[in-house]
C-alpha cells in the first residue's frame, strides 16, 4: 500500500541523527556525542525509596486520570523554585508538567504555530528542538550570536524582514551545542525587541541546575512584564532522564492553551512519577546533589578541555563552558566534520557534527564534545582518537 | 499582550468538558461521568514490589535517555498476546510505546494528517480522541452504525463524497460512549472497503481487556492483508490510568514514521514504568487480574441497567453492553442532556451529555453513564437521582 502521509512528516529528515543514534549502542564505540547525563550519577537508591513511599503512603488518586497541568505539589515545588532564583511571582496556576522539556518544545509549538510561520533562533541552536518545530512546518532564520548571547541588531533586523516572525527561541544558559551563556544586559534587551514586536520567547534552560560558577543568570521571566516569556526546565540533567519530567512556566493566558494542548496530546504526565520526584525533593538535599554532580561535570569539562589542548590541532578553538554538558570545537574552515564522521567512527570515536545544529547547515567545520556521560578513562582515550583523525 | 496562537488552538473548544471535569473533585456530586476505571481495583500493592525490582535489579540504562520506540522486553510482550489472540504476525518492529492510548492518537495524527483531511469515524465517538483530531484541523464525517457496527455502505457513500479522505477511526469494543461492539463481518468488510479506497483504519482499542463474555472478537489487524490497519491499546483500564501507558501497533513503514514523531515529540516514554508493567506482567497472572476486575465491573454494569430500568423512564432505551465502562442512554426525543446538566448537578448527579460525542451535535436526547469508577452504593443513589431529574 502507499501511505498518504502527512506533509509535516516527509518534510522530518533525521538520517544523519539515526545514523549516530545507531553507533551509539556499540560499545566498541566511545561516544562523545551524546547529550546524555552520567549514569552514574542518577540517584537510584534515593529514588527507590521515594518510590516505595509512593506506593505506600499517596493518595490512590495519583493512579487515576487527573488534571492535564500535572501534581499540585510538585507545581508547586518548582514554582517557588523558579521564583527564589529569579526573583518572579508565578504561582501554581502558571506550570504545566510535560514529559521532559521536550515535549515543553513540541506543545509550545501545538499552541502557538501554524505552517509558515517563522521561528528565529540562535545559530547554532539544539537540534532536536529545530526537528520539532519543523514538525509544524515552520520556518527559521538563524540569528548569529557572540560571546554574550545573541546579538540583539541582528535579531531585530531579522524580525523585520518577514511578516510572520512568531516566536523567539534560545537556551540561555550553557547552551547546546556551543556551552555559552548570556549576559543580563542581552536577556534584558531580548525582551524589549520581543516585546516591541509582539512576540513570545521561548527560554529553554534544561541545564541551569549543572552550573561550574557559583551565581546563574536570573531566568528571562524575570525581565518579562508583558507575559511573553515562556520559561522551560527539566528533572532530566539534574536527576535522570527516565522519569521524563519537565515543566512549561508562562502566563495565564499562555498556560491555559498549553495545558488544554496537553490534555488532547496525552492527557497528563504519570502522576506517579510527579508524586516520586516531589517526594525526591523534599526528602532528600537536592541542592547538595546538583553540587556533586556539577562538580563531577567541571572535572570532566576541565580535563577535556585540558586534552583538547594537547591532542587536537592547534588551530582549534573553543571556550570553556561555565556549565552544561557540552564544548564546542572550531576546526580550520578546510575540515567538513560531517564527512570525516566515517572516519571517527572506524577509529572508535563519535561527536556530533556542527552543521546539523544550524538553522542553514552553513558551517561545517564545528563539532559538539559530550563530557559528561563518559567516565575519565574513556574521555582520555576518546580524545586521543579525536586527535588522531583530526591531525591526519 | 494579544497573543497570536496557533488557528488549531482557536478551533479548540472544550468549554463544556471543562465545566464537567470541573465539577468531577466536588466530592458531594456523584459521577456517572468519568472514563475512569475504579481506583479500588489498581493493583497498587503488586506494582510495588515491581517499583522495587525496578530500582534494585534493572540496567541503569532504563533511567537514561533511549529509543523512541520503547522499552525491547515490554514491545515482545505486547506484540505476544497480540499475535496470541489476534492470530496475527507483527514483531517488536511493529510496535511503539505511547503515553496512553490517547498519545496513539496523538502520533498518528500527527503521522497522517494535513489540514483539512477527513476523518471518518462511528457517530457518536470517543469524544477526547475528536479533540485531538481537531488540534490537526481536519474535518470529519461521522457514519451511522447499527449493532453490529458501522454501516458500510454509508461508510462507502462517505468516502467518495469528498476527495480528501484520510483515516477511519473506530473504537470496535465496548466503545466509548455507546458500549456496543463490531461483529466480525463488519470488521472484514470495513478492511475491504478501506482498502479500496486506500485508506489507513485507526482501531482504537483500550477496552478490550475488559470483558463481560468469554471470547472477544479478533483485532481488526486480523483482517488486514495490505498493511493499512494500526492497533491502539491501553493498560489504564486494565492497570492503571496514571502509568500512562499504551501502545500502538502497525506495519513497518507506518510505525518508522510514528517513532520519528514521538522522537520529536517527547523523545520516549518512561523506561522505568515500562520495566516495571513488565515486570507486573511476568511476575504476577495477569488474566487472572483481567478476570477479577471484569467480573465487578460486569457487576457494576448489571447494577446499572437494573437501576434504570427501575428508576429512569419508561422511554428511555439502552443495549447491555458485553465489556468494557459505559452504558449509552437514549431518552425521549424531546430531551435535551446538555441542558439538563445543571439540574442534574444541582441534584448531586453528573452524566456525559451525548451531543459531545457527535461530530455534528446533531443528537441531542442521549447520554453516556459510567459504571466502572463508583461503587455499588454510589451507583444506587446517583441512579435514583437521575431518575428524579428525568423524570420531572
Redesign the interface.
Known sequence: ?????????NH?D?KEISQI?GTLSNPKIISLS????S??L?P??E??EC??M???DAS????????AEGFLPLRNWIVNKHNLENNTSFNEKNIVI???S??GI?LVS??????GDVILCENPTYT?AL??F???ECNFLGIESDEHGMIISNLEKAIESVSNA?LIYIVPNFQNPTGSTWDEIRRIQLVEVA?RH?L?IVEDDPYRDISFVPNVHSSITKFDS???VISLGSF?KSL?????LGWIIANN??IG?IA??K???????????QQQVYNYLTKYDFQKHLKNISEVYKDRCTLTCNLVDEYLPESVRYKKPDGGLFIWLKLSTDVDTLKMLPKAIERGVLYFPGELFYTDRSTKNCLRLNYSSVKKDKLVEGIVKLGEVFNK
Do not use: H, W
Not at 500500500?1 to 512528516?9: E, S
Not at 490512590?60 to 488534571?67: D, K, L, R, V
Not at 501545538?110 to 505552517?115: D, E, P
Open positions: 500500500m502507499k501511505y498518504n502521509f502527512a506533509d509535516r512528516i522530518m533525521s543514534m551524546a547529550g546524555s547525563p549514569m552514574d542518577f537510584v537508591k529514588l527507590k518510590a516505595n509512593t506506593y505506600t490512590s488518586s495519583i493512579f487515576q486520570y487527573s488534571t510535560s514529559n521532559g521536550q515535549q513540541d501545538k499552541t502557538f504555530l501554524n505552517k532536536v526537528s520539532t519543523k514538525s509544524y512568531k516585546t509582539n513570545v508583558f507575559g511573553n532530566s535522570c532522564p527516565g522519569l521524563r493566558e499562555i492553551k488544554l494542548a490534555q488532547v496530546t496525552d492527557v497528563q504526565t504519570s502522576y506517579i512519577l
